[in-house]
Structure formats: structure tokens, C-alpha cells
């Protein structure tokens, strides 16, 4: 099992940019593909990206694809989100998700809310 943290998450004008981390627990980081979903209220959660245990292989959303880049660190057991030009429909709570086995997110952390203003 890994434990996840999601931060850097807070409130951004439209065209900003932020960088969200996931850091996990445990030594076995490296053996889990990841990935980053989003939920907003009133709505189903939805994929956003995912990178393979190495991190040659990177998945978008068409909803984001352009503007966000996923990207990991197995050193410091850490997964990013890059945001740019960031819109009002991206507003939403951020999670990230660990897979053993790709594409079945067994594991999940308590998610990080972004608000982007207009």
C-alpha cells in the first residue's frame, strides 16, 4: 500500500499556472503507475492524466491536453501536475491516484482544491 498527499493547490486567476504535488509513502513509489483525476461538485470524477512507472509514457485528457503536464520523481517518491493557462472549468478538487496494476487506482489521496477565478 502507499499513502498519498496531494498539496499545492489554492485559488489562481484565469491564464495562471500552478504545480501540484502528490508525495507517498512507503519505498515502493516506483512500482505504481500514477495518475490525477478532478471532481467538482454536483459531478462525476473525471480523468485528468497518468504516467507510467517510469514515466515514459504520459496519458491527457482531451480537456487538458496542451496544458498540463504530469511528471514524476521516483527519487523523492513525488508526482506533479503542471497547470498553465489555467480556465474557470478547470475549478475543481484535484486528487491524485496511485496503480499497481494500470488503471485500477487502489489508492488515493484526500484530494486538494483549485479555484480559478474569471
Known amino acids: 500500500q502507499v499513502q498519498l498527499v496531494e498539496s499545492g493547490g489554492e485559488l489562481v486567476q484565469a491564464g495562471g499556472s500552478l504545480r501540484l504535488s502528490c508525495a507517498a509513502s512507503?519505498?515502493?513509489?516506483?512500482?505504481?503507475?500514477m495518475g490525477w483525476f478532478r471532481q467538482d461538485p454536483g459531478k462525476e470524477r473525471e480523468f485528468v492524466a497518468s504516467?507510467?512507472?517510469?514515466?515514459?509514457?504520459?496519458y491527457y485528457s482531451d480537456s487538458v491536453k496542451g496544458r498540463f503536464t504530469i511528471s514524476r520523481d521516483n527519487a523523492k517518491n513525488t508526482a506533479y501536475l503542471q497547470m498553465n493557462s489555467l480556465k474557470p472549468e478547470d475549478t475543481a478538487v484535484y486528487y491524485c491516484?496511485?496503480?499497481?496494476?494500470?488503471?485500477?487506482?487502489?489508492?488515493w489521496g484526500q484530494g486538494t482544491q483549485v479555484t480559478v477565478s474569471s
Open positions: 504516467i507510467t512507472r517510469n514515466g515514459g509514457n504520459t
Open positions: 491516484a496511485a496503480a499497481l496494476v494500470w488503471g485500477t487506482w487502489s489508492n
Open positions: 512507503g519505498r515502493t513509489f516506483s512500482s505504481y503507475a
